[in-house]
Nanobody
Framework: QLQLVESGGGLVQPGGSLRLSCAAS????????IGWFRQAPGKEREGVSC????????NYAASVKGRFTISRDNAKNTVYLQMNSLKPEETAIYYC???????????????????WGQGTQVTVSS
């Protein structure tokens, strides 16, 4: 069974940090671009950051540049999203997705994914 599982979400104060993980089972992430997306209540899902198969190309939403870092460890079949200086408006469910045959820019901008995880809640609040 092909599955993506997110972890690492939780409650954090404004200005705090979290590291999200996206682990794959049943398939190898090596062949896929991976993206992190988020969806806040009443809003559409948006791309946060995406990374190419090799990890050599990354894409970030303008709102998170300089604060978030995406990385991948293909040996562990896992992708990470380090989030620093979090803001209350970034409270959302964060999802990871895997997509083949796409650029990282297209994946993030068009919210593309062949496989999706169930999401992990991130709440930024004092």
């Amino acid at each position: 069974q092909l599955q993506l599982v997110e972890s690492g979400g939780g409650l954090v104060q404004p200005g705090g940090s979290l590291r999200l993980s996206c682990a794959a089972s049943g398939f190898t992430l090596d062949y896929y671009a991976i993206g992190w997306f988020r969806q806040a209540p009443g809003k559409e899902r948006e791309g946060v950051s995406c990374i190419s198969r090799s990890g050599g190309i990354t894409n970030y939403a303008a709102s998170v540049k300089g604060r978030f870092t995406i990385s991948r460890d293909n040996a562990k079949n896992t992708v990470y999203l380090q989030m620093n200086s979090l803001k209350p408006e970034e409270t959302a469910i964060y999802y990871c997705a895997a997509a083949a045959l796409t650029t990282v820019q297209a994946m993030c901008v068009q919210v593309r994914g062949d496989y999706w995880g169930q999401g992990t809640q991130v709440t930024v609040s004092s």
